[in-house]
């Protein structure tokens, strides 16, 4: 994808980032104020993708300071009592996440230390804790239960979905 500016935004360029306090969050989506290389402030939204484990109440607080990358920029029509007037839509990905860092720390194949936290799909999968805010999930069997603590070989992750899959070690 070949990067193109726009109000002091470079779209879809994979070294740019940009400074964003957050200023909302949602079960669905958190908004920031980004500022450009002009120093002006818009609003941009990162939208938690489907299919998501992330809890964007535990992390992003109001306030706090993240680097972001601008994906996608829109212009959508604002009606306001009787008039209307464009508006902006800037929709941002932050950098940085938990996920991230711990799979830069502990790539594909390494073998992790993680505690059983929960079932999912109807007991399918396991949920597994292996850091603070950082979880993978891994099928079920009749050797594991709640709060045991193993260890997972990391088999995928999802930088879209900031999911990691395992399988026990």
Not at 131 to 160: P, Q, R, W
């Amino acid at each position: 994808m070949k990067p193109y500016h726009s109000n002091g935004f470079v779209v879809g360029s994979k070294d740019l980032t940009y400074d964003a306090q957050v200023k909302s969050v949602k079960n669905d989506r958190v908004t920031f104020t980004v500022t450009n290389y002009y120093d002006e402030k818009s609003s941009g939204t990162f939208y938690l993708p489907r299919g998501c484990r992330i809890n964007p109440h535990v992390i992003f607080k109001t306030g706090d300071f993240w680097q972001v990358k601008v994906v996608h920029i829109s212009k959508k029509l604002r009606e306001k009592g009787s008039y209307s007037y464009p508006e902006l839509n800037i929709e941002v990905i932050p950098q940085q996440m938990p996920v991230d860092l711990y799979i830069e720390a502990h790539p594909l194949g390494s073998i992790v230390v993680g505690k059983i936290v929960d079932t999912i799909k109807k007991g399918a999968l396991l949920l597994v804790r292996l850091a603070k805010n950082v979880y993978c999930t891994i099928k079920n069997s009749k050797d594991f239960c709640k709060g045991m603590t193993i260890l997972c070989k990391i088999t995928e992750y999802d930088g879209h979905c900031k999911t990691l899959l395992a399988e026990p070690a």
